[in-house]
């Protein structure tokens, strides 16, 4: 039991990979079977995070569970394992989605041993990439998580799935060279891939490095994390790929995908690009903020010109995102003030919230499709009548992401435009006002699905919510109206390590 | 377990399958099964005996293990002399690994097996020699031996079209090679004025530094035309399309490999001042191996043609490794000369399965062969995201450390680089899309059987290793560091 | 008469051997044999062997380094060494010539070869110039009929009578650059001349004479420019005779090289070097040039001998004990090769009926051991190991090397490429290549001896490229004695 706490992150971290060889070995036709296998080894997980909230030392300064493992000595690199109080409700995240989406794959027919391996690989992935405080085996798990999203996408996806996986996938990893080569450079430099080691080293560095001005260096490389992560977030304009990316992928991969996926961006900007770069990021505020502003605003006239239902929800996504990288911005421009610290606080708790959200909302987008084989907006209509408890719960989810007050959506938000305000208040403004196109396409969404005249091409094929689905949804609604009406559920967490850092 | 290091183990490695080799030639012509078998031994004998090399080696005892000595021809100061140090250690495993591999992918060859198989134990006794010598008489001994199989090889069982043209290319390429190396040693050995060919001793003689800037390019470019380095490596598409599977398989795998080692154990070891001297040289022409021959890969029609340049472009990552002369880039050398070397081989085997069955190699021609060779497909992915440099496999954890020696040599050489791992996952992604996925052109390509259940476990066998090689890097890391000790002193104390 | 001591007589009993050879030839022709068997062949090629054998085993013990009869020889191990090779490379033919009816059926052939190899190893011994110069000839003449001996083929005998022309003619030439050197030194000894020259006098009047004389030696070996005389002659004449010229010829006329080397290196320094290193260029060169474009099989063995006599010169042109070592041991291997390759293109030739390479089409397939065997004796051509060309190749360099001749050796390497070329040429069309169907299997006869002596000579060749030892410590002796 000792070595159990004693290594938690390394049994979380791993245990999913674990579960993908026992997956491997079961025979590929029993699907019950392996969905519940499946099931089961990503509850633990879950289990574990709990545990670790339980136990999180509220008043400790810097990284907790820490563990150390050998692993690519020869280049100073190991696997270095801790969470604080951004990464934990991170952490707590992936492990609470992939049972879900484990869930809502119950209908999956084709290769589902394959599939249901590449979600537990993805989890992995994800979860490295949070809980790791060594540089390079951040990007090991950076990168390890491209591969099983895009079999994801390409095997399992809609029809237009080999263009949206390529896509996504060259997408990501050009951004990513950058990241390698900076990573490779802050190794070499600082002799060591430990984060609060790089932390220390590079900060101190103020000699010329291969001849030019340090801080000429430091603006290169810079940009080279800022721009890796803001394709992964998405920001403005880096974003072509999530749309053709979260409408093609199957139901439970877009849960992941908006749900987790594209927190690891914002992620790395708190872990990486602040604290490696804070003069640079101050400098540079500015235009993140104003690129975020664009990516809230286009991303909601986006969503509202859409027929798609998904496509819809996918540039919803982009649209919650920038708020997220507005209040980053803020925060590194205003870094050590109280704004800052506000701003952060309420990304990290509207990343939880969106991710929860977006999930939901997918899987919704998911449960009409399997009925209708359709996301057409302009075929659907009227389903209130027919399926009143789905409809609740799509009005629920919706307002959960519209920013409700009530619901966690609204405490993230108003959070974020409180620390956002003082420092950037042209762009907060903005923002705000695509706040409200938000609830446009929101409200614009709901009434085409729910409301009008019922479409007859539906009749008798329409069943409501079913058990299982209702079993999806329900935990994410726990927490958005938990951290609604108690925020400090999680912002407590968040705080313990937002006011050491920020 | 040191009573191993008491029998001549890298000299029984060697001479066993030598004497399969012969044993197999001296069998009646038409006899079909017994080349097969006895090759079969012959090669999983030196796999085994070379996994032991590798997995007993001692990480932190520095110079060579499991030497044998035996007087050759003392007036001259030639020896036998065999032994591994960290470098070569994991280089003999992988040649046990590639051979054994080979044979088995080669089990059906029907025309004229009791050559085949004599002459393909003979270009592994070759490699595994060359790796093995200490001596440089010896080395050049094992090194022209595979002449012989090399070509033979090709123009006997090789792809039609090209067997003759791509056989004498390969060949008459690869010895001008090794020629001018050859002269460039010759002269280093006369001038090192110790009478001896023995390449631990020589490495204690310090050469003057202009006799280095002059034999150096001789030496090290020679070989490294093995390793296929720009421009010299249009020998190296042609020559590994035209071969027969298992043959590209050693060519590319461990063939090249021969070069770049010889490159380094006999080019920067003897001569360091001379090599400080030409590296920004080798750095720039590495540099353009890695782009250059990406840029190739991404335009191929052919199968084949792409694994071959990409071959190319991969070894330019090893070249660029040696070239920066610190640890971390030799270390990245060294990790990708093994990494390489097993995905290299996969890659053939899977193209030669294709090929085997649908008689085409053309990307527009094939399609959809996932569905009729799922763990074929498997196995081109897993090799795919090697090439790749995907964290997680071989690749990765090969490159990284070789753009971390790149920065400290010449930055610009790493954001260069970098270009070539874009265009390598371009290519790769392409190759695997159409041959593999999407729709199978059933009007075209007929009947496909899936692969037999050998090959199966070769795939499998090959994957395994490339995957652990990316999760545990460790297993493998600190042997060769115990090899790159050595050279590193040698460059700093100068 | 002053005594003949006992001594002088035993040294120079390996030559007095093959006189006694001859004689008993003789008598074995007049009087013993029976009309068209190849019984003298065999006979004179038992006799060759067993000189070869007893020279290395006996007259090695009573090598020295003193001239004897009056200057004239000197058994020196180097003449031990190239006696014992001579005598070998004779027995060899001897052998692959029984199989031939045309040659083995005249009990002239053997008595002629014998006589030439007397000559050659006089050649060997001569340690002055009139006995050079009457060694000379003495191997010549038979030769020059050996080589037109298949009277009722044209090219044979275009192939003697152009062998005696041009021998004739650069024994002309040579003989007047020994007249020079004669004449300005005052004696016709090596060492004397030597020393008449050594003091650095005279160094033009050397060189002038030295070339004129290395015309002679030149044309002996096949070098350019003295070389235009080999492919036809090898290509006309029979191929087993063909083969002895290659060889054996060849063999002595580099142990006469060498020996003169040894005078004339000292006193001319680099300018000597400089000159056989050209003349090693342009034969290497040439010879592989004019190789790759050879259609006959036999021309094109003509053309890689030329080639093989300019790695040779390699070797002399580096002037030190060790290179001359490092040649005699080349020329070992060469002999034992270059025997079996010209033996192979003749089984070929009478297999395909056809001495044109490209009848030579899938001869694998037909004979696999025929093509093994070819399959030898060509890489050791291109010196590839574990053959014995690989072996010889590696050594001269290296003693090139040694002595400084870098450039030379590169030059050297880069011809190896060239020839690897053709070499392989032959060999894909053994192996690659399907039979044509117009060709009949014609069944081959007599060819006990044949296989006889090419699994000899295909033993020597992996023999010589893996084991050097005792033979190198055998040539190293010669080398330094030869020097000293």
Same mark, same amino acid.
């Given at each position: 039991?000792?070595?159990?706490?004693?290594?938690?992150?390394?049994?979380?971290?791993?245990?999913?990979?674990?579960?993908?060889?026992?997956?491997?070995?079961?025979?590929?036709?029993?699907?019950?079977?392996?969905?519940?296998?499946?099931?089961?080894?990503?509850?633990?997980?879950?289990?574990?995070?709990?545990?670790?909230?339980?136990?999180?030392?509220?008043?400790?300064?810097?990284?907790?569970?820490?563990?150390?493992?050998?692993?690519?000595?020869?280049?100073?690199?190991?696997?270095?394992?801790?969470?604080?109080?951004?990464?934990?409700?991170?952490?707590?995240?992936?492990?609470?989605?992939?049972?879900?989406?484990?869930?809502?794959?119950?209908?999956?027919?084709?290769?589902?041993?394959?599939?249901?391996?590449?979600?537990?690989?993805?989890?992995?992935?994800?979860?490295?990439?949070?809980?790791?405080?060594?540089?390079?085996?951040?990007?090991?798990?950076?990168?390890?998580?491209?591969?099983?999203?895009?079999?994801?996408?390409?095997?399992?996806?809609?029809?237009?799935?080999?263009?949206?996986?390529?896509?996504?996938?060259?997408?990501?990893?050009?951004?990513?060279?950058?990241?390698?080569?900076?990573?490779?450079?802050?190794?070499?430099?600082?002799?060591?891939?430990?984060?609060?080691?790089?932390?220390?080293?590079?900060?101190?560095?103020?000699?010329?490095?291969?001849?030019?001005?340090?801080?000429?260096?430091?603006?290169?490389?810079?940009?080279?994390?800022?721009?890796?992560?803001?394709?992964?977030?998405?920001?403005?304009?880096?974003?072509?790929?999530?749309?053709?990316?979260?409408?093609?992928?199957?139901?439970?991969?877009?849960?992941?995908?908006?749900?987790?996926?594209?927190?690891?961006?914002?992620?790395?900007?708190?872990?990486?690009?602040?604290?490696?770069?804070?003069?640079?990021?101050?400098?540079?505020?500015?235009?993140?903020?104003?690129?975020?502003?664009?990516?809230?605003?286009?991303?909601?006239?986006?969503?509202?010109?859409?027929?798609?239902?998904?496509?819809?929800?996918?540039?919803?996504?982009?649209?919650?995102?920038?708020?997220?990288?507005?209040?980053?911005?803020?925060?590194?421009?205003?870094?050590?003030?109280?704004?800052?610290?506000?701003?952060?606080?309420?990304?990290?708790?509207?990343?939880?919230?969106?991710?929860?959200?977006?999930?939901?909302?997918?899987?919704?987008?998911?449960?009409?499709?399997?009925?209708?084989?359709?996301?057409?907006?302009?075929?659907?209509?009227?389903?209130?009548?027919?399926?009143?408890?789905?409809?609740?719960?799509?009005?629920?989810?919706?307002?959960?992401?519209?920013?409700?007050?009530?619901?966690?959506?609204?405490?993230?938000?108003?959070?974020?435009?409180?620390?956002?305000?003082?420092?950037?208040?042209?762009?907060?403004?903005?923002?705000?006002?695509?706040?409200?196109?938000?609830?446009?396409?929101?409200?614009?969404?709901?009434?085409?699905?729910?409301?009008?005249?019922?479409?007859?091409?539906?009749?008798?094929?329409?069943?409501?919510?079913?058990?299982?689905?209702?079993?999806?949804?329900?935990?994410?609604?726990?927490?958005?109206?938990?951290?609604?009406?108690?925020?400090?559920?999680?912002?407590?967490?968040?705080?313990?390590?937002?006011?050491?850092?920020? | 377990?040191?009573?191993?290091?008491?029998?001549?183990?890298?000299?029984?490695?060697?001479?066993?399958?030598?004497?399969?080799?012969?044993?197999?030639?001296?069998?009646?012509?038409?006899?079909?099964?017994?080349?097969?078998?006895?090759?079969?031994?012959?090669?999983?004998?030196?796999?085994?005996?070379?996994?032991?090399?590798?997995?007993?080696?001692?990480?932190?005892?520095?110079?060579?293990?499991?030497?044998?000595?035996?007087?050759?021809?003392?007036?001259?100061?030639?020896?036998?002399?065999?032994?591994?140090?960290?470098?070569?250690?994991?280089?003999?495993?992988?040649?046990?690994?590639?051979?054994?591999?080979?044979?088995?992918?080669?089990?059906?060859?029907?025309?004229?097996?009791?050559?085949?198989?004599?002459?393909?134990?003979?270009?592994?006794?070759?490699?595994?020699?060359?790796?093995?010598?200490?001596?440089?008489?010896?080395?050049?001994?094992?090194?022209?031996?595979?002449?012989?199989?090399?070509?033979?090889?090709?123009?006997?069982?090789?792809?039609?079209?090209?067997?003759?043209?791509?056989?004498?290319?390969?060949?008459?390429?690869?010895?001008?090679?090794?020629?001018?190396?050859?002269?460039?040693?010759?002269?280093?050995?006369?001038?090192?004025?110790?009478?001896?060919?023995?390449?631990?001793?020589?490495?204690?003689?310090?050469?003057?530094?202009?006799?280095?800037?002059?034999?150096?390019?001789?030496?090290?470019?020679?070989?490294?035309?093995?390793?296929?380095?720009?421009?010299?490596?249009?020998?190296?598409?042609?020559?590994?399309?035209?071969?027969?599977?298992?043959?590209?398989?050693?060519?590319?795998?461990?063939?090249?490999?021969?070069?770049?080692?010889?490159?380094?154990?006999?080019?920067?070891?003897?001569?360091?001042?001379?090599?400080?001297?030409?590296?920004?040289?080798?750095?720039?022409?590495?540099?353009?191996?890695?782009?250059?021959?990406?840029?190739?890969?991404?335009?191929?029609?052919?199968?084949?043609?792409?694994?071959?340049?990409?071959?190319?472009?991969?070894?330019?990552?090893?070249?660029?490794?040696?070239?920066?002369?610190?640890?971390?880039?030799?270390?990245?050398?060294?990790?990708?000369?093994?990494?390489?070397?097993?995905?290299?081989?996969?890659?053939?085997?899977?193209?030669?399965?294709?090929?085997?069955?649908?008689?085409?190699?053309?990307?527009?021609?094939?399609?959809?062969?996932?569905?009729?060779?799922?763990?074929?497909?498997?196995?081109?992915?897993?090799?795919?995201?090697?090439?790749?440099?995907?964290?997680?496999?071989?690749?990765?954890?090969?490159?990284?450390?070789?753009?971390?020696?790149?920065?400290?040599?010449?930055?610009?050489?790493?954001?260069?680089?970098?270009?070539?791992?874009?265009?390598?996952?371009?290519?790769?992604?392409?190759?695997?899309?159409?041959?593999?996925?999407?729709?199978?052109?059933?009007?075209?390509?007929?009947?496909?059987?899936?692969?037999?259940?050998?090959?199966?476990?070769?795939?499998?066998?090959?994957?395994?290793?490339?995957?652990?090689?990316?999760?545990?890097?460790?297993?493998?890391?600190?042997?060769?560091?115990?090899?790159?000790?050595?050279?590193?002193?040698?460059?700093?104390?100068? | 008469?002053?005594?003949?001591?006992?001594?002088?007589?035993?040294?120079?009993?390996?030559?007095?051997?093959?006189?006694?050879?001859?004689?008993?030839?003789?008598?074995?022709?007049?009087?013993?044999?029976?009309?068209?068997?190849?019984?003298?062949?065999?006979?004179?090629?038992?006799?060759?062997?067993?000189?070869?054998?007893?020279?290395?085993?006996?007259?090695?013990?009573?090598?020295?380094?003193?001239?004897?009869?009056?200057?004239?020889?000197?058994?020196?191990?180097?003449?031990?060494?190239?006696?014992?090779?001579?005598?070998?490379?004779?027995?060899?033919?001897?052998?692959?010539?029984?199989?031939?009816?045309?040659?083995?059926?005249?009990?002239?052939?053997?008595?002629?070869?014998?006589?030439?190899?007397?000559?050659?190893?006089?050649?060997?011994?001569?340690?002055?110039?009139?006995?050079?110069?009457?060694?000379?000839?003495?191997?010549?003449?038979?030769?020059?009929?050996?080589?037109?001996?298949?009277?009722?083929?044209?090219?044979?005998?275009?192939?003697?009578?152009?062998? @005696?022309?041009?021998?004739?003619?650069?024994?002309?030439?040579?003989?007047?650059?020994?007249?020079?050197?004669?004449?300005?030194?005052?004696?016709?000894?090596?060492?004397?001349?030597?020393?008449?020259?050594?003091?650095?006098?005279?160094?033009?009047?050397?060189?002038?004479?030295?070339?004129?004389?290395?015309?002679?030696?030149?044309?002996?070996?096949?070098?350019?420019?003295?070389?235009?005389?080999?492919?036809?002659?090898?290509?006309?004449?029979?191929?087993?005779?063909?083969?002895?010229?290659?060889?054996?010829?060849?063999?002595?006329? @580099?142990?006469?090289?060498?020996?003169?080397?040894?005078?004339?290196?000292?006193?001319?320094?680099?300018?000597?070097?400089?000159?056989?290193?050209?003349?090693?260029?342009?034969?290497?060169?040439?010879?592989?040039?004019?190789?790759?474009?050879?259609?006959?099989?036999?021309?094109?063995?003509?053309? *890689?001998?030329?080639?093989?006599?300019?790695?040779?010169?390699?070797?002399?042109?580096?002037?030190?004990?060790?290179?001359?070592?490092?040649?005699?041991?080349?020329?070992?291997?060469?002999?034992?090769?270059?025997?079996?390759?010209?033996?192979?293109?003749?089984?070929?030739?009478?297999?395909?009926?056809?001495?044109?390479?490209?009848?030579? *089409?899938?001869?694998?397939?037909?004979?696999?051991?025929?093509?093994?065997?070819?399959?030898?004796?060509?890489?050791?051509?291109?010196?590839?190991?574990?053959?014995?060309?690989?072996?010889?190749?590696?050594?001269?360099?290296? *003693?090139?090397?040694?002595?400084?001749?870098?450039?030379?050796?590169?030059?050297?390497?880069?011809? *190896?490429?060239?020839?690897?070329?053709?070499?392989?040429?032959?060999?894909?069309?053994?192996?690659?290549?399907?039979?044509?169907?117009?060709?009949?299997?014609?069944?081959?006869?007599?060819?006990?001896?044949?296989?006889?002596?090419?699994?000899?000579?295909?033993?020597?060749?992996?023999?010589?490229?893996?084991?050097?030892?005792?033979?190198?410590?055998?040539?190293?002796?010669?080398?330094?004695?030869?020097?000293?």
């Amino acid at each position: 039991m000792n070595w159990l706490i004693d290594n938690i992150l390394l049994v979380v971290l791993f245990l999913p990979t674990l579960g993908a060889l026992i997956l491997l070995c079961l025979p590929g036709s029993k699907s019950r079977l392996l969905l519940w296998t499946a099931l089961g080894i990503s509850l633990i997980p879950l289990a574990f995070t709990v545990v670790m909230l339980l136990r999180f030392n509220y008043s400790a300064e810097g990284y907790q569970f820490m563990a150390d493992y050998q692993w690519y000595a020869a280049i100073q690199s190991s696997l270095k394992l801790g969470v604080d109080g951004i990464s934990l409700p991170m952490v707590l995240l992936t492990t609470l989605l992939t049972p879900l989406a484990v869930l809502a794959s119950f209908k999956i027919s084709q290769n589902l041993k394959a599939y249901l391996i590449l979600f537990l690989l993805l989890e992995t992935g994800s979860l490295g990439v949070f809980v790791s405080l060594d540089l390079l085996m951040f990007f090991v798990f950076w990168e390890v998580g491209l591969v099983p999203m895009y079999f994801l996408i390409n095997q399992w996806g809609g029809e237009n799935r080999n263009y949206a996986s390529l896509k996504f996938i060259l997408f990501t990893m050009t951004g990513s060279l950058g990241l390698l080569l900076a990573t490779q450079l802050i190794g070499v430099v600082s002799g060591t891939y430990d984060l609060v080691q790089v932390v220390a080293k590079w900060n101190a560095l103020d000699q010329p490095l291969f001849g030019i001005p340090i801080a000429t260096v430091k603006t290169i490389a810079f940009w080279a994390f800022a721009i890796a992560f803001a394709v992964k977030v998405p920001i403005w304009p880096f974003h072509t790929w999530l749309p053709d990316a979260h409408t093609e992928a199957p139901t439970a991969g877009s849960m992941i995908l908006a749900g987790v996926l594209l927190k690891l961006g914002a992620y790395g900007f708190l872990r990486f690009v602040l604290p490696f770069f804070p003069e640079q990021s101050a400098h540079f505020a500015g235009a993140l903020a104003i690129l975020a502003t664009l990516a809230i605003v286009l991303g909601a006239f986006g969503a509202y010109g859409q027929k798609d239902f998904k496509r819809l929800v996918a540039y919803s996504s982009i649209n919650h995102m920038g708020m997220v990288v507005l209040a980053i911005a803020a925060a590194a421009a205003a870094a050590g003030t109280p704004d800052a610290a506000s701003a952060v606080n309420g990304s990290v708790l509207l990343m939880f919230s969106h991710g929860v959200a977006a999930a939901g909302m997918f899987f919704l987008v998911g449960v009409i499709y399997d009925q209708t084989h359709t996301r057409d907006l302009t075929r659907l209509g009227g389903f209130w009548q027919k399926t009143p408890v789905y409809g609740g719960i799509l009005i629920f989810t919706s307002m959960a992401a519209l920013g409700l007050p009530g619901l966690s959506g609204f405490v993230s938000e108003f959070l974020i435009v409180s620390g956002s305000l003082p420092v950037f208040t042209v762009l907060t403004a903005v923002a705000m006002l695509g706040l409200l196109f938000t609830g446009l396409y929101t409200l614009k969404a709901i009434r085409d699905v729910l409301h009008g005249p019922f479409n007859v091409e539906w009749a008798g094929h329409l069943n409501d919510i079913s058990k299982r689905e209702t079993a999806v949804m329900v935990p994410l609604m726990l927490f958005m109206i938990g951290l609604g009406i108690w925020p400090r559920l999680l912002l407590d967490i968040i705080n313990a390590a937002v006011k050491h850092i920020f | 377990m040191t009573w191993i290091n008491d029998l001549p183990i890298l000299t029984i490695m060697l001479a066993v399958p030598l004497l399969f080799a012969v044993a197999i030639l001296c069998l009646p012509a038409g006899s079909k099964n017994a080349p097969r078998w006895l090759a079969l031994a012959g090669g999983g004998f030196l796999f085994l005996l070379s996994t032991i090399v590798f997995f007993v080696f001692d990480k932190s005892t520095p110079g060579y293990q499991f030497v044998d000595t035996f007087n050759w021809l003392p007036a001259l100061g030639i020896s036998y002399r065999v032994g591994v140090d960290g470098i070569s250690a994991p280089m003999v495993f992988l040649t046990g690994i590639v051979l054994l591999s080979g044979i088995v992918v080669s089990w059906k060859i029907e025309d004229r097996p009791r050559e085949f198989f004599s002459y393909i134990l003979f270009l592994g006794v070759s490699v595994a020699g060359v790796f093995s010598s200490l001596d440089v008489f010896q080395l050049f001994f094992f090194l022209e031996i595979a002449v012989f199989p090399k070509y033979l090889m090709i123009v006997m069982w090789g792809w039609p079209q090209k067997k003759e043209y791509g056989g004498m290319k390969l060949t008459l390429y690869l010895f001008l090679g090794s020629m001018l190396a050859l002269a460039g040693i010759l002269a280093v050995v006369s001038k090192a004025g110790i009478n001896s060919f023995d390449i631990t001793q020589l490495l204690g003689v310090k050469l003057d530094v202009g006799v280095q800037k002059l034999w150096f390019p001789f030496v090290f470019i020679g070989f490294a035309i093995l390793g296929g380095l720009f421009p010299f490596y249009n020998w190296a598409p042609d020559g590994h399309v035209a071969a027969p599977t298992a043959v590209s398989m050693l060519l590319a795998g461990v063939e090249m490999k021969v070069g770049v080692f010889a490159a380094l154990r006999l080019g920067i070891r003897l001569m360091p001042e001379g090599a400080k001297f030409w590296a920004p040289l080798i750095i720039v022409l590495a540099t353009i191996n890695i782009v250059y021959g990406a840029f190739l890969a991404l335009v191929q029609k052919d199968f084949k043609y792409i694994i071959g340049f990409s071959s190319v472009s991969h070894m330019g990552f090893v070249l660029l490794g040696f070239a920066s002369l610190n640890a971390d880039g030799l270390l990245g050398a060294g990790m990708q000369m093994f990494s390489h070397g097993v995905m290299t081989a996969l890659f053939f085997a899977i193209v030669g399965m294709v090929y085997d069955r649908t008689h085409t190699r053309d990307l527009e021609q094939l399609g959809g062969m996932s569905r009729k060779m799922p763990l074929a497909a498997l196995g081109f992915i897993v090799a795919g995201l090697v090439s790749m440099g995907m964290p997680g496999f071989s690749g990765f954890v090969s490159e990284f450390p070789i753009f971390m020696g790149t920065w400290q040599a010449a930055p610009v050489a790493a954001i260069v680089a970098v270009i070539g791992v874009v265009i390598t996952a371009a290519y790769i992604l392409r190759t695997i899309g159409n041959v593999f996925f999407g729709a199978f052109p059933a009007e075209k390509l007929g009947e496909v059987s899936d692969i037999p259940w050998r090959d199966k476990v070769i795939v499998i066998g090959l994957s395994i290793i490339l995957i652990a090689m990316g999760i545990f890097p460790s297993l493998i890391a600190p042997v060769i560091e115990q090899g790159t000790s050595s050279v590193l002193a040698l460059l700093g104390g100068m | 008469m002053t005594g003949i001591d006992i001594m002088s007589l035993l040294r120079i009993s390996p030559l007095l051997a093959i006189t006694l050879l001859i004689f008993v030839l003789l008598a074995f022709d007049l009087f013993v044999r029976k009309r068209g068997t190849a019984a003298a062949t065999w006979l004179a090629a038992g006799g060759m062997a067993l000189i070869a054998v007893g020279t290395l085993v006996f007259a090695s013990r009573l090598a020295s380094a003193d001239p004897i009869w009056g200057g004239l020889l000197r058994m020196d191990m180097t003449a031990v060494v190239f006696i014992s090779l001579i005598s070998t490379g004779a027995a060899v033919t001897l052998v692959f010539a029984s199989a031939e009816p045309r040659l083995a059926r005249h009990g002239e052939f053997p008595i002629l070869l014998v006589s030439a190899a007397l000559g050659l190893a006089l050649m060997a011994a001569a340690y002055d110039l009139i006995s050079l110069y009457i060694a000379m000839e003495l191997a010549g003449i038979p030769l020059y009929v050996l080589a037109g001996f298949l009277i009722h083929k044209k090219t044979s005998t275009e192939a003697g009578l152009k062998y @005696f022309l041009y021998g004739a003619m650069s024994s002309a030439v040579m003989l007047y650059g020994f007249s020079l050197l004669y004449g300005f030194s005052g004696s016709m000894a090596f060492p004397a001349i030597a020393s008449a020259f050594s003091g650095g006098s005279q160094t033009l009047l050397l060189c002038v004479a030295s070339l004129l004389a290395v015309v002679g030696f030149g044309y002996k070996i096949a070098a350019v420019p003295f070389h235009f005389w080999a492919p036809d002659v090898y290509e006309g004449a029979p191929s087993e005779v063909s083969g002895f010229l290659a060889t054996v010829s060849k063999a002595a006329g @580099f142990a006469v090289l060498l020996r003169f080397t040894v005078i004339i290196l000292p006193a001319l320094g680099v300018t000597a070097q400089v000159a056989i290193s050209v003349l090693a260029v342009l034969s290497m060169l040439l010879g592989n040039i004019l190789a790759m474009q050879q259609k006959n099989a036999k021309r094109l063995l003509a053309y *890689s001998s030329i080639a093989h006599a300019g790695y040779l010169l390699v070797g002399v042109a580096a002037g030190t004990a060790q290179s001359a070592s490092a040649v005699f041991y080349y020329l070992t291997g060469y002999l034992f090769t270059n025997l079996a390759a010209f033996a192979l293109v003749a089984l070929a030739a009478r297999i395909t009926g056809s001495e044109d390479i490209e009848s030579f *089409s899938g001869l694998s397939r037909r004979n696999p051991r025929l093509a093994l065997m070819f399959l030898v004796a060509f890489l050791s051509l291109a010196g590839i190991p574990p053959f014995a060309g690989f072996a010889g190749k590696l050594l001269v360099f290296y *003693s090139a090397a040694q002595a400084g001749l870098n450039w030379l050796v590169v030059v050297g390497v880069l011809n *190896s490429v060239l020839a690897l070329f053709y070499y392989l040429n032959v060999i894909k069309l053994i192996y690659a290549r399907p039979a044509p169907e117009t060709q009949a299997a014609s069944a081959l006869a007599n060819i006990g001896g044949v296989k006889g002596g090419l699994v000899l000579c295909m033993t020597a060749i992996l023999y010589f490229g893996v084991f050097f030892l005792p033979w190198y410590d055998i040539l190293a002796r010669a080398g330094m004695m030869l020097w000293n």
